[in-house]
């Protein structure tokens, strides 16, 4: 076994015939906490599409957990967990939310485990598990999202702009649960950020991207 979980060789992605990410090598160790910055437009999140296996890179080979991306099981892509710069949530409660990843693989204690992810991330259980979707702010949604996520223990944890709506007292919250699920489950983390000192206090390592390019 060896101590890296991603390796990423001779990578590029085009859309339409245009290259917008182009990576000779790239590598992330496991239970790392990796940042991504860069300007608009620069690959980052077509990067944690691809870390997310949810699109194939142009070309370029991906190594995940010593194995080919070709061959890797269902069960293993499901280790890989991606927060979206718009996330969604389900038309259900607070609490319907958080638990729905956690029913689908049929976890147990349930209820203590959305309790303990709504804490994480600074959402009152008792008060918001009943909410509905519709009756949050954008930065209370933007926690829930994240709480659904961290309920499920991920191995990897790919966050693309966490804290783009959140005040400063939130943002402390979402540093200290990335550490602690680091800490707690192992997790590796990538998090995108236009907040350079927040991400470089929460990263071990940043890498900064320009024009689809990285930058040393
Ligand atoms: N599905 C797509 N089809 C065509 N072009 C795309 C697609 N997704 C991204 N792009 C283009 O790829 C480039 C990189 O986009 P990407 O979303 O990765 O940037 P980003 O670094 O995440 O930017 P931001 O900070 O604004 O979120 C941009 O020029 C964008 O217009
Ligand atoms: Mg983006």
């Known amino acids: 076994m060896s101590d890296i ?12 015939g245009k290259i917008v990410l182009e990576l000779d090598s790239f590598t992330i160790p496991k239970g790392a906490i990796i940042g991504l910055a860069g300007h608009n437009g620069s690959g980052k999140s077509t990067l944690m599409r691809i870390l997310a296996f949810l699109e194939s890179p142009s070309s370029g080979e991906i ?19 991606l927060l979206t710069q718009e996330p969604y949530l389900l038309k259900r409660t607070v609490a319907g939310n958080v638990a729905y ?3 689908l693989r049929g976890a147990k204690n349930i209820d203590n485990k959305v309790r303990e992810s709504l804490n994480l991330v600074g959402l009152e259980p008792d008060s918001f598990m009943p ?6 702010s954008g930065g209370e949604a933007q926690r829930v999202a994240l709480a659904a996520r961290l309920a499920l ?29 680091r800490e707690k ?22 890498f900064t991207f320009a024009q689809g390019h990285l930058e040393y």
């Open 63 to 81: 190594i995940f957990d010593d194995k080919k991306i070709e061959t890797l099981e269902t069960s293993l892509r499901r280790e890989v967990t």
């Open 153 to 181: 223990n991920p191995k990897v944890l790919l966050l693309d702009e966490p804290t783009a709506s959140l005040d400063r007292e939130s943002t402390l919250l979402i540093h200290d649960a990335a550490v602690k699920v």
């Open 5 to 16: 979980l991603y390796k990423l060789s001779n990578i590029t992605q085009s859309y339409s």
């Open 131 to 136: 909410r509905q979707w519709f009756e949050l």
């Open 101 to 103: 990843g956690l029913e």
């Open 185 to 206: 489950c192992g997790t590796t983390l990538v998090i995108v950020s236009h907040d350079y000192l927040w991400l470089d206090d929460v990263s071990d390592t940043i």
